[in-house]
């Protein structure tokens, strides 16, 4: 199994900007893509930006401009620079992953996913 475990929320004024982090450990793994989610209540589940193991970047329209996706293989680790935040965007921001890792003696593909981390953006 591949554990994901998302750092770096908080609360933050309009307008201001938060870095999000998101570390993978597990015995033996390979990551894919990479990317973050975020949901906010009452609301489903939407993809913020995804990154491949080439470092190709994808962004929902909303953040284009605004945010940035970025990882560092050699640390497991996957980032979102988030600036000048808005207030509709505060949400529970998950660290995703596609991949392979190793159980028992088979490897495995699945998705993996962080328990999320509470970003509040309020004045």
């Known amino acids: 199994q591949v554990q994901l475990l998302e750092s770096g929320g908080g609360l933050v004024q309009p307008g201001r900007s938060l870095r999000l982090s998101c570390a993978a450990s597990?015995?033996?793994?390979?990551?894919?893509?990479m990317g973050w989610y975020r949901q906010a209540p009452g609301q489903q589940r939407e993809l913020v930006a995804r990154i491949t193991s080439g470092s190709s970047t994808s962004y929902a329209d909303s953040v284009k401009g605004r945010f940035t996706i970025s990882r560092d293989n050699a640390k497991n680790t996957v980032y979102l620079q988030m600036d000048s935040l808005k207030p509709e965007e505060t949400a529970v921001y998950y660290c995703n992953a596609d991949g392979f890792a190793l159980g028992g003696d088979a490897w495995s593909a699945g998705v993996f996913w962080g328990q999320g981390t509470q970003v509040t953006v309020s004045s």
């Open positions: 597990g015995r033996a793994f390979r990551l894919d893509a």
